[in-house]
């Protein structure tokens, strides 16, 4: 019994040249006859990272090298998440024209959108190695453990991002709705404060029962040299189960009238 | 071997912003458009195709005949797999190729070399395939130096000419059209139609949307004159194009 969801993600696997392809020309006519190109979003993330860290390390009296280090990280991340998700609100508005010409598999558009922000998302990654070495930070061995947690995160934006695609395609009041959504949950997440600032209770609601802080974890805490606990990995990996097991199931429905509500 | 066989098909459109109740009160056939309705839940549609069932196969050259919006567009859309169908089956055995509209994906601000891959991928060609036929398409395209420029430094002329040449690569065995493509100027439009014609005979079924009387006698060897989402008649050409510019 073939599944139309799943078939439509294969294909598209399939055809993964063209969503690249695609994905760079994004970026490149974003950026074409300027010098810096997409550097440019790497000077103004470290602007603001300087920034924050700058006023904010002195409001927390937090000391530069543990703070500055995990703002940079948060803010990075944060940085492909927010705009993943915002961009997957208009995954399948955005790409009207090409849907309603030519039959190629849904799930490209979403490949397309996922390939163009870790595109940026590796530009401004430029700014972590330069945040260590300036407040002199080393790098330890456990930091390869954000690997498998950075491709954890990348399934959940995808399950995401699509499921936003198709919801914003049929009710076009949500990605407003998303855009605010997410404004509130970047003050929710331990992204600008430290988790350690916060009195034990509130620690419980804002940390354990938020998935965006165990999916940051789960990068962030290899990198600044401390294991993420098991917990923060087990909410990311149902996290994934779960989301994609709805996706799929809401994709299988609706797939077939994403071009009729364009 | 190509084969298209849909059956009972309706295509219906929701519309979420017209006002449901104004618009129910008038449930009658509009003069141009397809039928406008309501479903069960009460929102307005429009049913753009009502139970077609038909039957192509190979050597089938259909030309659609039509008035705006008699449904030809919505036809070869969901012949392409772009819509699926509200109701009904549609079965399609092959490789369906279509020349709506060959401008789409192109990118001004890329070089006519870059736009080659972008417009080759859209169209399922995969990167050696493109490499393995570029030099036939910027040769086609009489672009010379002008290939490695940005697009928006060409002309109308030389955009289309660009776009024929990729689009034109392609030999599905089904192929969709809406008019024929005529491009450039007279020493190219002669080569653009050889090429053309070549592309029409090489492939299995051809089904072209057209409002020209030339067109569907010279290249068609079936006649579809829809109306309103249905079929009106489905005959030779000649007979169809008698009735219906009569």
């Known amino acids: ?262 | 071997m190509a084969l298209i066989h849909i059956e009972n098909v309706c295509v219906d459109f929701p519309i979420y912003n017209a006002n449901g109740r104004s618009l129910k009160k008038r449930l009658f056939q509009v003069a141009t458009g397809g039928q406008l309705g309501a479903d069960s839940q009460g929102r307005v549609i429009v049913r753009a195709l009502e139970n077609l069932t038909l039957t192509l196969q190979d050597g089938d050259r259909v030309g659609l005949l039509g008035h705006n919006g008699a449904g030809k567009s919505t036809l070869l859309r969901l012949l392409s797999g772009v819509y699926a169908p509200t109701s009904g089956t549609v079965d399609i055995k092959g490789e369906i190729g279509s020349l709506i509209d060959i401008s789409l994906g192109i990118d001004p601000e890329a070089t006519g070399r870059e736009n080659i891959y972008i417009r080759g991928g859209l169209l399922g060609m995969s990167k050696p395939e493109i490499r393995e036929h570029i030099d036939e398409i910027i040769e086609f395209s009489e672009l010379g130096d002008f290939i490695d420029m940005p697009l928006r430094t060409y002309s109308s002329g030389m955009h289309l000419r660009l776009a024929f040449a990729v689009s034109t690569i392609v030999r599905p065995e089904i192929l969709l059209m809406d008019e024929w493509l005529s491009v450039g100027d007279e020493a190219f439009r002669h080569k653009a139609e050889a090429r053309m014609s070549n592309m029409v005979q090489s492939t299995n079924i051809l089904i072209i949307a057209t409002h020209s009387r030339e067109l569907v006698l010279h290249t068609c060897n079936r006649a579809i004159w829809l109306e309103h989402g249905k079929i009106i008649m489905d005959a030779d050409p000649e007979s169809v194009v008698n009735s219906y510019f009569h």
């Open chain 1, 1 to 262: 019994m073939k599944n139309i969801a799943l078939d439509d993600i294969a294909n598209a696997l399939e055809r993964s040249s063209l969503a690249g392809m695609l994905g760079w020309q994004d970026v490149r006519q974003r950026y074409r006859r300027s010098a810096l190109g997409p550097f440019w979003l790497t000077i103004s993330m470290g602007v603001m990272i300087g920034t924050i860290g700058i006023v904010f390390g002195q409001i927390f009296k937090s000391p530069m090298t543990e703070f500055l280090p995990f703002l940079s990280a948060g803010m990075i991340l944060w940085g492909l998440i927010s705009s993943v998700v915002t961009e997957g609100c208009v995954g399948f508005i955005g790409a009207e024209n090409i849907i309603k010409q030519l039959p190629i598999p849904l799930f490209v558009h979403i490949m397309r959108l996922m390939w163009r922000n870790l595109i940026i998302f590796a530009h401004n990654l430029a700014i972590l190695p330069i945040v260590f070495l300036a407040v002199g930070k080393p790098l330890e061995v456990t930091a390869l453990l954000s690997i498998p947690g950075f491709i954890l995160v990348v399934l959940n934006l995808a399950w995401v991002a699509l499921i936003l695609g198709i919801i914003c395609a049929r009710y076009r009041d949500l990605p407003q709705i998303v855009s605010n959504f997410l404004q509130v949950l970047f003050y929710l997440t331990p992204i600008m404060w430290m988790p350690t600032l916060l009195p034990q209770r509130a620690g419980i609601y804002l940390l354990s029962l938020n998935p965006l802080y165990h999916l940051l974890e789960i990068v962030r805490a290899p990198l600044l040299g401390h294991l993420p606990s098991a917990q923060s990995w087990l909410v990311a990996s149902g996290l994934a189960l779960i989301g994609w097991g709805m996706t799929v199931a809401i994709y299988t429905s609706y797939k077939r009238r994403i071009a009729y509500w364009l």
